[in-house]
């Protein structure tokens, strides 16, 4: 590359990272800045940092039982969403179901429908079972915008797996299940993470739902209980804005411990290896 | 130990047809291989008997047993593939072990076993190695291990050698054969070279379109072949196909064709039964040598052109250039007469 290409694409990704990162940096700027230069809008840089609104929201009890919340919501549907897009994939990889291009596209076309449209149908049935303001109706309804996502990457993953290993481990003595369970699973492990990721994540930062469907720090997650830190006279943006970064902790450590993971696997059936 | 039967079998994919009513019966201990080009459905044969893919009609037996609607696990049969399909998450003893786990054997008597089966197949040093770290010869004898580990009523290979390199080639299928020869399993092998099926089988068919062209010993397949498609698949070089008029003058070929009509005949002949002179020969026929292709034992001269093209023997002690003129001499026995319009044999 040419220093004039190299300088370029330095340029490129400064401009890249400036754009997506500003926004963490001013979250993380306005959180250690002290209530009164906040309320003065002075300066972007705080004259002096100060961890009063972390100590503020981390006092308040209901912290933690959001962060929980968030975390059993999250995980909760990552693993129900890995359960049932796994087997879904590999039937659809693997075995010759009748009917698999059909289903591929009605899970690809249920990918898109806009969550809002989504709402109020879902607030009926949840209510009618009884799940209002409960984990259990996030997890069910996180696992079911997830699936077609879990659904579409571990059939791809499947695919990847070659079909002399299915058929090797039938003839081998395991049943369907047991060659799913004993050869496909090991193999698809990348698959797994990249999917669970990738699932994990939007659970975590999905608010729309969370809002319509919990009442209560019963079940209320960490996007929703930020939005509705309670103020006296105005926004408590200092303790908002410290909610959101630790927030943002998890999602980041994860994502960075599993990054080449799930670049593998977001890319996988894209090039024949 | 088992015989393996087809009745009647049809297999169609879409529109591809597979299998087309087949019926054949593999004895108890025989080492069977279905010859054909690629592509023709000889593997769904091989998936049909194991079990893993079911015929659209008719059925597969075991002996008397009816075990179409067999799941493959029920089967006891053992397969060796193509690409090897070891298991790439777990080592060698633990790919060799497989098969017996499933079948409840504890995890000390299974290693064991291992073992055993990877001494006797020069694999002892390789025991705790994972697949990817093996050549393609020792991924072979693993996946021959791992078919033999359980003793299966049936023995399936698709293709197991095409992988290999010229050499290695040899070797493995010198070690089915000794396997073969030690266990006596019935062995269904599938494969498109000709000459693999010839030096392993007990019996070859022959393939073409989902239909069994013939179906005898490799020594029957090549000395009388079933139609055009058997000969010109069966036999290298391949067997000169040269239509009857353009020999009907040539002792040998009119002491064949007796009162048949050469215009309705195509005459066979295996280049080995060709002898190509230098010097001129009675009976000999004489045409203008295009190549001189030497092939170590044998050297061979391709003389004449279009449809008089024809591929023979160099005589031992005789000297042929390009653009000489080369004089063939053949027997009437090397004369193989098919029928021009249908392809079948006519003797």
């Known amino acids: 590359m040419t220093p004039l290409g190299r300088f370029g694409l330095g340029l490129g990704l400064s401009a890249v990272m400036l754009w997506s990162l500003a926004p963490f940096v001013w979250q993380l700027l306005t959180s250690v800045t002290p209530p009164a230069e906040l309320e003065a809008h002075s300066a972007l840089f705080p004259s002096a940092p100060t961890l009063v609104h972390y100590r503020a929201i981390l006092a308040g009890q209901p912290f933690g039982r959001l962060m929980l919340n968030s975390f059993v919501a999250a995980s909760g549907a990552t693993l129900l969403a890995l359960v049932l897009g796994s087997l879904a994939g590999f039937a659809l990889a693997k075995l010759h179901a009748p009917g698999r291009v059909a289903t591929l596209a009605v899970v690809v076309t249920l990918s898109m429908l806009p969550p809002i449209a989504t709402v109020s149908p879902l607030f009926l049935i949840v209510n009618a079972l009884g799940m209002h303001d409960t984990l259990a109706a996030l997890i069910l309804v996180y696992a079911g915008f997830a699936l077609p996502l879990a659904v579409w990457l571990m059939t791809q993953f499947f695919r990847g797996v070659p079909d002399e290993l299915y058929i090797a481990a039938r003839v081998d003595g395991c049943s369907a299940i047991g060659a799913f369970m004993r050869v496909m699973l090991p193999l698809a492990v990348p698959g797994l993470v990249a999917t669970a990721l990738l699932v994990f994540i939007y659970a975590w930062n999905e608010f729309l739902y969370a809002l319509s469907l919990t009442a209560s720090t019963a079940s209320r997650t960490m996007p929703v209980g930020i939005a509705l830190f309670p103020g006296i006279h105005e926004v408590p943006w200092g303790e908002i804005a410290a909610g959101s970064v630790l927030a943002t902790i998890p999602a980041v450590l994860l994502a960075i411990s599993f990054q080449r993971r799930v670049l593998e696997g977001l890319t996988a059936g894209a090039v024949k290896a | ?347």
């Not at chain 2, 050698?161 to 266990?183: G, P, W, Y």
């Open chain 2, 1 to 347: 130990m088992a015989s393996v039967a087809f009745d009647r079998v049809s297999k169609r994919f879409g529109p591809a047809l597979v299998a087309d009513d087949l019926s054949l019966e593999i004895a108890d201990g025989e080492f069977f291989i279905f010859l054909g080009p690629s592509g023709c459905g000889k593997s769904t044969l091989l998936h049909m008997i194991a079990g893993v893919e079911a015929p659209s009609s008719g059925c597969v037996r075991f002996d008397a047993r009816d075990v179409t609607a067999l799941p493959p696990q029920r089967r006891d049969v053992a397969m060796v593939f193509q690409s090897y399909a070891l298991y790439p998450h777990l080592d060698v003893t633990d790919n060799l072990a497989f098969p017996l786990r499933n079948r409840g054997v504890s995890r000390r008597a299974a290693r064991e076993e291992a073992e055993r089966v990877a001494t006797a197949l020069g694999l002892a040093g390789l025991l705790d190695k994972k697949p990817r770290q093996l050549s393609g010869g020792q991924r072979q004898r693993v996946a021959l291990g791992r078919a033999l580990i359980r003793h299966p009523t049936v023995f399936l290979m698709d293709e197991p050698l095409s992988n290999l390199d010229a050499a290695l080639r040899i070797e493995i299928r010198e070690e089915i054969k000794r396997v073969h020869q030690t266990h006596r399993i019935t062995t269904v092998y599938v494969t498109h070279d000709q000459e693999e099926a010839l030096a392993l089988a007990d019996r070859v068919a022959v393939l073409r379109d989902g239909r069994i062209q013939q179906c005898d010993t490799p020594g029957q397949v090549y000395a009388r072949p079933a139609n055009i498609f058997v000969a010109r698949f069966v036999g290298t070089p391949p067997m000169n196909l040269v239509p009857g008029t353009a020999l009907a003058h040539h002792p040998a070929v009119r002491a064949r064709l007796g009162r048949l009509d050469a215009s309705r005949v195509v005459v066979g002949l295996r280049p080995h039964a060709l002898e190509a002179h230098a010097a001129a020969r009675p009976d000999a026929l004489t045409s203008e040598v295009a190549l001189i292709e030497p092939a170590g034992a044998e050297t061979w001269v391709v003389a004449g052109a279009n449809e008089m093209r024809l591929k023979a023997r160099l005589a031992p002690g005789a000297m042929l250039e390009p653009r000489a003129s080369a004089n063939i001499v053949f027997s009437a026995e090397a004369v193989h007469l098919f029928d021009a319009e249908h392809g079948h044999r006519l003797d």
